[in-house]
């Protein structure tokens, strides 16, 4: 028995890093799963992979949603879980933050999410109730120098979890967040980094001593989306290895 058995399960920014590694642990659950993604050719090749569907979807672009929702239905005649995964970020101090990329980034991260709840939260109550995960990060519960466009866009995933869940919650649908902090994916060394001055970075930082793997917020993402979590709604759960706990004089 698979903790997702006979579930339908819509992903975004499956192509690579959490999402890829979700798309992965929620097809070996038992879920179907379409990967959706701006990536077409990775997100089609992981899909034939796993047998299950690829569709092209900028989540920022709501006819992309229109589309996306039609062909899940088509193919797997219903869609009864969301992982609004997809997200960007960029580098930059405040007063330097061109308009431009404060917007692309709201664009993306917070309309993205607030378009996935609000053409699929409909078909979740159609199939008779479901889950929705968000994915905000350790950026949506504290502050960051450098990334003030992408942490406010997180901080609103945070906004929009709690008010669908109380709005959904009567549809039967439960709706969290996850708030990883670093994790090791094409995001958090977008310039090719040298991986041993990102492991001593995150050594330091971070209490347990390293950065997470994509591998275990899926496992976050899964706990979220199937009964094990079936009494928790409208929470963002922090997944960071200890990093927002405080700062460590030693
Ligand atoms: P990633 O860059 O490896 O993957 C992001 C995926 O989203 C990519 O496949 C990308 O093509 C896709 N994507 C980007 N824009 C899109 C759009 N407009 N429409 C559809 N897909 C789009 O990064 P990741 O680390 O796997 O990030 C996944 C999520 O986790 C993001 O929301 C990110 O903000 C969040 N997050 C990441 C970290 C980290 O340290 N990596 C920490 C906290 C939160």
């Known amino acids: 028995?698979?903790?997702?058995d006979g579930r339908v399960v819509l992903i975004t920014g499956a192509a690579r890093g959490q999402g890829e590694q979700e798309?992965?642990?929620f097809a070996a659950e038992g879920a179907r799963v379409v990967l959706a993604d701006v990536?077409?050719?990775?997100?089609?090749?992981?899909?034939?992979?796993?047998g299950h569907t690829y569709v092209h979807l900028d989540v920022s672009q709501e006819v992309d949603w229109i589309a996306a929702v039609a062909a899940a239905k088509e193919r797997?005649?219903?869609?009864?879980?969301?992982?609004?995964?997809?997200g960007i970020l960029r580098f930059n101090e405040l007063v330097a933050t061109p308009l431009e990329e404060f917007q692309l980034i709201t664009q993306v991260n917070q309309v993205g999410t607030f378009l996935g709840i609000r053409n699929v939260a409909p078909e979740i109550e159609a199939a008779g109730g479901g889950t929705i995960v968000n994915t905000a990060s350790y950026t949506?519960?504290?502050g960051m120098a450098g990334v003030g466009a992408y942490a406010a866009s997180k901080h609103a995933i945070l906004g929009l979890?709690?008010?669908a869940a109380l709005e959904l919650?009567?549809?039967r649908i439960r709706v969290n967040a996850i708030c990883p902090g670093a994790v090791d994916t094409p995001m958090s060394n977008p310039d090719g980094v040298d991986p041993a001055a990102v492991a001593e970075l995150y050594g330091k930082l971070v209490p347990l001593g390293r950065v997470g793997q994509p591998e275990e917020i899926a496992k976050l993402a899964l706990f979220l989306s199937c009964e094990d979590s079936s009494y928790i709604t409208g929470q963002p759960v922090v997944i960071d290895g200890g990093w927002l706990a405080g700062v460590s004089l030693f």
Not at 1 to 4: D, T
């Open 1 to 4: 028995m698979g903790k997702l």
């Open 23 to 25: 798309a992965r642990l």
């Open 39 to 50: 990536l077409d050719e990775p997100g089609e090749a992981l899909a034939k992979e796993l």
């Open 76 to 86: 797997f005649g219903k869609i009864d879980g969301l992982v609004n995964n997809a």
């Open 140 to 142: 949506a519960m504290t």
């Open 161 to 163: 979890t709690r008010v």
């Open 169 to 171: 919650a009567a549809r």
